[in-house]
């Protein structure tokens, strides 16, 4: 808009400060929680201004035996969380971009019938099939290990049917002088293939990372050891552990921990992501 | 170096035939243009020569080999393509580096050799850039050098000029034909660009809906059009047509005019006459009814019917001429520049 009237700007500012702060009025107040001791977080009113103690909070959760029962120490469970959230963002790149690459470049029986097959199940959500996928697991003695948290969640139709639209934009004169300059399809595909969708397999990376960080009930159904929790299921925990009162500036702090990687991933990544969900010049 | 032998190509897609026995043979270091209107098949032919289509039937050899089964990578061919096909994300180095570096060839090798052909086409200074920071006539260069430095027996030309403007179009055509005479390389190149293909190449091969029409030199496609077709595609403005009647040796047009030929067929044939070979003439029998002048500086174009009938004509005189609109202008046509072509077939009559 070109208008430029001064009472619009002071509106429209307005607008955006309210918009912001109730975004970030939970954040204050968890951060503020993870300041304080135990004892001021169970008086009321709850503070609002950061008290001097988070650093012996951030100890304590992170290495501390500070936490009722006997759960794992927080970091431990930050390490599950990121590998998890790695193990299902780059299995489910590698994947979807062989299945995506042999989808459209490639001549085969039931080629259609496979595509729809994998288009198909978009609308099977993990939840849906939650059941038999744990049986499977199960049976595969994957429960309580890295590789059942991550494999039911690693095939994927949307990553598969995005790199497939990726790769159709590319024009085929590109695999035609690639083929006359003697690459075979493998070549073609880490030489040509790969650094082309490069933008898209970041914006993908970013998604799918916070997708993975926040699996809640997948992790909670396979993994009884507590080594294994991993840190979105034990804030949930945490607040249900034994009769005792809630330790909410451990729980603050933890959940704090929580928010911290998707942000530094999105934060870090951000130009690519915006790059990859916008260009289209290829 | 070397020699290309089509044999009977036939390509189909499913039940349709698009080409129809294509046969030639393309001699060691011959510049061939394939020319006709789009979807007569010149871009498939050629495609089928760099192994990008399969042939359904028929034989290519290259030098002797028969390539029909043979990847595009080892027919020992070099191919440019219309939208250049440079990789976005490769310096144009690495673009032009990129099939030497598959074969294994030598770092330092290849390092000489696209410096070396960056000099012949000039684009030294854009070694290190991205194709997407280049003009379109400077990708049409890196796209040659891509194709030049592989040092194949075949280039393989896909309407390369048709995304430039019409000026620097000109310019490239003329120094791709240097290039080809300089490293001598036997060349095939598709175009629709009858303009193009006169000036390029040795030996045209004029192709209509998947048929042959003519393959010979571009001064006999014009002086001796095989077919109806091919005498109006090559040349401009287009050679005129007008239906006639022929008996011992005479010509009488639609108007009731006649014209002498030394032709001995007899019965109804198509007269052509190219615009430019009409000399005005007081006591011409060939009578023009004039419609529209188009003044083009070096020559004027006089559009008109033929008087008595509703045929357009179209002539092409020297110089800046005038005439009003609705003048009788006479003229008369030399005989060695009457085409006589069969009225069903199309096939020219005259020897």
Known sequence: ?282 | MAEIKLENLTKSYGSTEVLHHVAGDIDDGEFIVIVGPSGCGKSTLLRMVAGLEVVSSGQISINGNVVNDLEPADRDIAMVFQNYALYPHMTVRDNMAYGLKIRKIPKDEITRRVDEVADILEIREYLDRKPRQLSGGQRQRVAMGRAIIREPSVFLFDEPLSNLDAKLRVQMRLEIRKLQKRLGVTSIYVTHDQVEAMTLGDRLMVLNGGYVEQFDTPIELYERPASLFVAGFIGSPSMNFIPADIASGVVTLANGANLATGSKTSGKVTLGIRPEHMVPDKSGVIKIEVDMLEQLGANTLVHGILQGTDISFVISLDGIQTAKIGEILSFHAPESSLHLFNVETGVRLNG
């Open chain 1, 1 to 282: 808009m070109v208008e430029n009237r001064p009472i619009m700007t002071v509106i429209t500012h307005l607008v955006l400060i309210l918009g912001v702060a109730m975004i970030a009025l939970p954040i204050w107040i968890t951060l503020v929680a993870a300041s304080h001791d135990e004892i001021r977080m169970l008086q009321a009113p709850i503070p609002l201004l950061p008290g001097t103690h988070f650093i012996d909070n951030l100890k304590q959760t992170l290495f501390g035996a500070g936490l009722s029962g006997d759960q794992a120490p927080v970091w431990r469970m930050l390490f599950n969380s990121l590998a998890m959230a790695m193990m299902i963002s780059f299995g489910k790149i590698a994947i979807s971009l062989i299945s995506a690459f042999a989808i459209v470049y490639f001549k085969f029986p039931f080629r259609m019938g496979f595509f729809w097959m994998i288009f198909i199940t978009l609308m099977l959500p993990v939840e849906v099939r939650i059941l038999p996928t744990f049986e499977v697991v199960a049976n595969l003695g994957l429960l309580n290990s890295y590789w059942g948290l991550s494999i039911p969640l690693i095939a994927s139709a949307t990553a598969t049917f995005m790199f497939r639209q990726v790769f159709l934009t590319i024009p085929d004169e590109m695999l035609e002088s690639a083929r006359i300059d003697g690459a075979g399809p493998m070549r073609f595909f880490w030489d040509i293939l790969l650094p082309l969708s490069r933008t898209n397999i970041a914006a993908l990376f970013v998604i799918l990372f916070i997708y993975g960080w926040n699996q809640y009930l997948w992790p909670l159904l396979i993994t009884t050891d507590t080594d294994m929790t991993t840190i979105v299921m034990s804030i949930k925990q945490m607040l249900e552990s034994a009769e005792q009162s809630p330790q909410w500036n451990i729980i603050m702090m933890t959940a704090f921990l929580a928010m911290l990687p998707p942000i530094l991933v999105v934060v870090g990544m951000q130009k690519l992501f915006v790059q990859g969900l916008t260009e289209t010049d290829k």
